[in-house]
């Protein structure tokens, strides 16, 4: 998952004080509640937050949550809300020396940036791996080209339904996930890795599959 602060350098020209306020309290309501969903934050660089999850269906779920949260005046005080863009996507992802790395979050990154404020998008993989979410609707906006990627990538729009969206279950809570280094900035630990090649000595170039929501 990848979540993008709308204008956020545009805001920060205009209020650098106050925004960095409020931008720091998304991020801790962000980090406050992505554990309930199978999800860690793994990287916070300027305006972009990095997470990943256990299963699509939890990261879509707290996709959802979350965007309803920032909606939540009583979230940012008397400040002016910070607006995000969400991507999702399903893929493979390296860990070299602290580093995710991988095309799947490249994909993420780049199909929030086609959305409107408040938007979450996702791609194909998570359509099929979700199936049906209670409350959740997610509509194609066909095949899109993406900057830097060859091949067309068909979009989902996730749009609210009738009915409340299913919280997570208690029982089905995953058990904390590993640490990671630190990327760029300080961030929280993320998931189980292994050495797929089996070699004691590959040990700094691990491979883990993950839902990511990007910038």
Same mark, same amino acid.
């Not at 204008?7 to 931008?23: H, I, M, P, T, Y």
């Not at 959740?136 to 830097?148: C, D, E, F, T």
């Given at each position: 998952?990848?979540?993008?602060?709308?204008?956020?350098?545009?805001?920060?020209?205009?209020?650098?004080?106050?925004?960095?306020?409020?931008?720091? @309290?998304?991020?801790?309501?962000?980090?406050?509640?992505?554990?309930?969903?199978?999800?860690?934050?793994?990287?916070?660089?300027?305006?972009?937050?990095?997470?990943?999850?256990?299963?699509?269906?939890?990261?879509?779920?707290?996709?959802?949550?979350?965007?309803?949260?920032?909606?939540?005046?009583?979230?940012?005080?008397?400040?002016?809300? +910070?607006?995000?863009?969400?991507?999702?996507?399903?893929?493979?992802?390296?860990?070299?020396?602290? *580093?995710?790395?991988?095309?799947?979050?490249?994909?993420?990154?780049?199909?929030?940036?086609?959305?409107?404020? *408040?938007?979450?998008?996702?791609?194909?993989? +998570?359509?099929?791996?979700?199936?049906?979410?209670?409350?959740?609707?997610?509509?194609?906006?066909?095949?899109?080209?993406?900057?830097?990627?060859?091949? !067309?990538?068909?979009?989902?729009?996730?749009?609210?339904?009738?009915?409340?969206?299913?919280?997570?279950?208690?029982?089905?809570?995953?058990?904390?996930?590993?640490?990671?280094?630190?990327?760029?900035?300080?961030?929280?630990?993320?998931?189980? !890795?292994?050495?797929?090649?089996?070699?004691? @000595?590959?040990?700094?170039?691990?491979?883990?599959?993950?839902? !990511?929501?990007?910038?």
């Amino acid at each position: 998952m990848f979540a993008d602060m709308v204008e956020f350098s545009k805001r920060l020209e205009q209020d650098e004080a106050g925004n960095s306020v409020q931008a720091a @309290r998304a991020i801790e309501l962000f980090k406050a509640l992505v554990g309930d969903y199978g999800g860690q934050v793994v990287n916070v660089s300027g305006d972009g937050i990095l997470a990943l999850f256990d299963s699509a269906d939890r990261a879509l779920r707290f996709a959802v949550q979350i965007q309803a949260e920032f909606r939540d005046q009583s979230v940012w005080g008397d400040g002016e809300p +910070i607006q995000f863009r969400i991507g999702l996507n399903l893929g493979e992802v390296a860990v070299h020396g602290g *580093n995710v790395l991988g095309h799947c979050i490249n994909v993420a990154a780049r199909i929030q940036a086609l959305g409107e404020p *408040n938007c979450i998008l996702t791609t194909a993989r +998570i359509r099929s791996a979700v199936g049906g979410v209670s409350g959740v609707i997610l509509r194609s906006l066909g095949p899109q080209k993406l900057k830097n990627i060859s091949e !067309l990538t068909e979009v989902f729009a996730v749009e609210r339904s009738d009915a409340p969206v299913a919280p997570p279950s208690a029982e089905a809570r995953p058990p904390p996930l590993a640490e990671l280094a630190p990327i760029r900035t300080p961030t929280i630990a993320v998931l189980a !890795l292994s050495n797929l090649s089996g070699d004691p @000595r590959n040990g700094g170039q691990r491979h883990a599959r993950a839902l !990511l929501a990007n910038r």
